[in-house]
């Protein structure tokens, strides 16, 4: 399963970096899955709890984000938010767009819980 591994390597660097942090646990997390990203949401809430068992990250409140995908035509100059499988401008059908939106895979915000003293 895809989303497992890329759980596993995201709860990691949650991890490290909630360390550096001081943090002994990992409260919550948003993250950012855009239509290109190529990561399902679904299969990634599935997957979280699982990579996260036994880490500082276990029992965090995951929350995604999807991020539709946006394109800028070329030729038209219209933006629109066409079906990812096309890719095309939804306006005047050209294929000259560039991608503005839906490539992420980030985690867009996280918030710790560092112990006093
Ligand atoms: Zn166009």
């Known amino acids: 399963m895809h989303e497992l591994s890329l759980a596993q390597s995201m709860v990691e660097d949650i991890v490290a970096a909630a360390r550096r942090e001081g943090a002994d646990r990992i409260v919550r997390i948003r993250l950012v899955v855009g239509a290109l990203s190529g990561v399902d949401a679904d299969a990634f809430e599935f997957a979280f709890p699982v990579a996260a068992e036994g880490t500082p990250a276990a ?32 306006t005047c059908g050209s294929a000259a767009v560039d991608v503005t939106a839906g490539r992420e895979l980030k985690v867009e915000a996280l918030e710790i819980h560092v112990p006093v003293g």
């Open 59 to 90: 029992g965090a409140d995951l929350r995604i984000r999807e991020v539709p995908l946006a394109v800028h035509c070329r030729d038209c100059g219209a933006t629109t938010s066409p079906d990812p499988l096309l890719c095309r401008c939804e």
